[in-house]
């Protein structure tokens, strides 16, 4: 019989055409991954390194980094650090048969009642003259969760830059909730507090980094559990710090690959058409994609167009199995001198650092 086989490679690329993945992965892939760099301190082990922000700084790109750390583990307990308000660290210790405990998730896990993170996450600057060989640079503080909002620690940040300011937007996780805290810097290696902008339940929250009719903007993502979801919302604010005027922009899709829950990425792109933003989506299987959504330029309140198929879905083995398998998610970019080449750094599975390249054009020809 004349069997034809077809090479997983060229199977794979087919999938992409069939499902508009239209995103140009590094060769180098994955940029980095946990055994790359060296543990905050002794006795800890990175567990995974996930979803940069992305700036340029002194002619180079620049990741901040979630590197996401736990104790060594050992066989028959689960242990995980947690921050005390003065700083000091906790390690938590379970017996993994213990009744009480519910560990069916590797992010969290429900132990008498309460919710905790398995691991400690904390952000790490690492730069690159190519903007695809990165390494940590000396002299530049870790940033740590700080006080009483960040004991679980701090993930996630976007890094939006306002005429000399870096604006800082990160995940702040305690006991008290999932919240937005905001930190500014000027240098990179001093940095002020400003203390949490949304309060819990929030996360995704990028400022754009251009002041429209004197008032800036952000997105950001409330949760409810009931009435309502797992939205992108659009807020403004005087001066950056104080946020009002709350709209709901992004829904989920019922029946589609973003149907669970939607997120902003980094702040939005500025285009002849209007502010292109690159989201994730996840449906109920917890399989993280990407799309895009485009705003209008005067009143970004308005959505003009989204995509429909995702335009990255994860489909190289980096992509598929890690710490949590299934996941392409993105909140760092650099947008290019041509006008239409961006690169999108991303957490792979939730374990690993990479980067694609894609056209402007191209995602705007999907926007319907
Ligand atoms: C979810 C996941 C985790 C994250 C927590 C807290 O469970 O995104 O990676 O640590 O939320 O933000």
Excluded at 286 to 298: E, I, K
Excluded at 322 to 343: C, P, Q
Aim: hydrophobic share 35%; proline share 5%.
């Amino acid at each position: 019989m004349g069997e034809s086989y077809i090479e997983t490679s060229t199977l794979n690329a087919l999938i992409k055409i069939l499902m508009s993945d239209i995103a140009k992965r590094f060769a180098q892939n994955p940029l980095l991954k946990p055994s790359d760099l060296q543990p905050s301190i002794e006795g800890m082990k990175i567990a995974c390194l996930l979803n940069p922000g992305v700036f340029t700084y002194d002619n180079k790109t620049w990741m901040l980094i979630r590197v996401a750390e736990r104790p060594v583990q050992k066989e028959d307990t689960i242990s995980f650090p947690i921050l005390k308000e003065t700083g000091t660290m906790e390690i938590i210790e379970i017996k993994k048969d213990d009744p009480e405990l519910m560990a069916d998730d590797p992010r969290v896990i429900r132990y008498k009642g309460s919710d905790y993170l398995t691991t400690l996450s904390h952000l790490r600057l690492v730069c690159s003259e190519d903007g695809v060989h990165f390494s940590q640079p000396e002299n530049y503080p870790l940033l740590l969760g700080s006080g009483k909002w960040e004991t679980f620690g701090i993930e996630d940040c976007r890094v939006s830059k306002l005429d000399d300011t870096y604006y800082l937007t990160y995940t702040a996780v305690s006991e008290n909730g999932v919240a937005v805290g905001l930190r500014t810097t000027k240098n990179w290696k001093q940095f002020e507090q400003k203390g949490l902008i949304f309060p819990p339940h929030n996360k995704d929250c990028a400022i754009f980094e251009e002041r429209i009719n004197r008032k800036y903007y952000a997105f950001h993502r409330p949760s409810s559990v009931e009435i309502g979801g797992n939205y992108i919302w659009l807020a403004s604010s005087p001066d950056g710090i104080h946020w009002g005027q709350h709209q709901c922009i992004v829904k989920t899709r019922e029946g589609m690959w973003d149907s669970a829950r939607v997120g902003a990425g980094a702040a939005p792109i500025k285009t002849k058409d209007g502010w292109l933003a690159i989201y994730h989506g996840a449906n109920k299987e917890h399989v993280y994609c990407l799309g895009a959504f485009l705003l209008d330029l005067h009143n970004p309140g308005k959505v003009l167009a989204r995509t429909e198929e995702p335009i990255m879905m994860p489909t190289e083995d980096y992509e598929l199995h890690g710490f949590f398998g299934k996941v392409v998610f993105t909140n760092g970019h650099i947008a290019h001198d041509d006008e239409d080449t961006i690169t999108v750094y991303y957490g792979a599975a939730d374990e690993f650092i990479c980067g694609a390249r894609f056209s402007i054009q191209e995602i705007c020809s999907y926007l319907k």
